[in-house]
T-cell receptor
Framework: LAKTTQPISMDSYEGQEVNITCSHNNIATNDYITWYQQFPSQGPRFIIQGYKTKVTNEVASLFIPADRKSSTLSLPRVSLSDTAVYYCLVAPDTGRRALTFGSGTRLQVQP | GAVVSQHPSRVICKSGTSVKIECRSLDFQATTMFWYRQFPKQSLMLMATSNEGSKATYEQGVEKDKFLINHASLTLSTLTVTSAHPEDSSFYIC???????????FGPGTRLLVL
């Protein structure tokens, strides 16, 4: 499985846009990129998934360059409730196999 | 849709006792469920893969006789921590994979504290 590297932590303020970048240099052709959000003492929550270019949903956007060796999760206008740990995962067959979680990025949103 | 529940949400038990944790997919059928464990300030670690009607597949280092997994139906998987010890205290999280989708859905987790 492709290894992922993310910043350990990030700080932001309410209303700002937050971009979290994940490196996955060894991504394979059939790998998808998935981001999960986890609040303390809760299970991870699916945010967004993509294979290439850009994906957008009601929560976030995911930017994937042509070489797919990295990806950026973009959270528009964060609020205090976006304080959480964000995990970038790379796995084949989208999500049909067990997931390998890295250390994640702890985002702290300040008022 | 795609809701996964876990019961109990938290449990405290004495050392040496056994604890059963249930994972249910409420509005879909899941042929595959996964069990993860998360220690404080750490990431999720896969313990085992549970397939309906067959034996679970355990990750290296996870004792199958200590962590009993039963996936008797398409909506229920159980994890039993047998003869629990304080080092088994952790946050146990399950995920379920709908047979017709490509995304796993996670339960809310179960906090186990062994005294």
């Amino acid at each position: 499985l492709a290894k992922t590297t993310q910043p350990i932590s990030m700080d932001s303020y309410e209303g700002q846009e937050v971009n979290i970048t994940c490196s996955h240099n060894n991504i394979a052709t059939n790998d998808y990129i998935t981001w999960y959000q986890q609040f303390p003492s809760q299970g991870p929550r699916f945010i967004i998934q993509g294979y290439k270019t850009k994906v957008t949903n009601e929560v976030a956007s995911l930017f994937i360059p042509a070489d797919r060796k990295s990806s950026t999760l973009s959270l528009p206008r964060v609020s205090l409730s976006d304080t959480a740990v964000y995990y970038c995962l790379v796995a084949p067959d989208t999500g049909r196999r067990a997931l390998t979680f890295g250390s994640g990025t702890r985002l702290q949103v300040q008022p | 849709g795609a809701v996964v529940s876990q019961h109990p949400s938290r449990v405290i038990c004495k050392s040496g006792t056994s604890v059963k944790i249930e994972c249910r997919s409420l509005d879909f059928q899941a042929t595959t469920m996964f069990w993860y464990r998360q220690f404080p300030k750490q990431s999720l670690m896969l313990m085992a893969t549970s397939n309906e009607g067959s034996k679970a597949t355990y990750e290296q280092g996870v004792e199958k006789d200590k962590f009993l997994i039963n996936h008797a139906s398409l909506t229920l998987s159980t994890l039993t921590v047998t003869s629990a010890h304080p080092e088994d205290s952790s946050f146990y999280i399950c995920s379920a994979l709908p047979f017709d989708r490509e995304t796993q859905y996670f339960g809310p987790g179960t906090r186990l504290l062994v005294l």
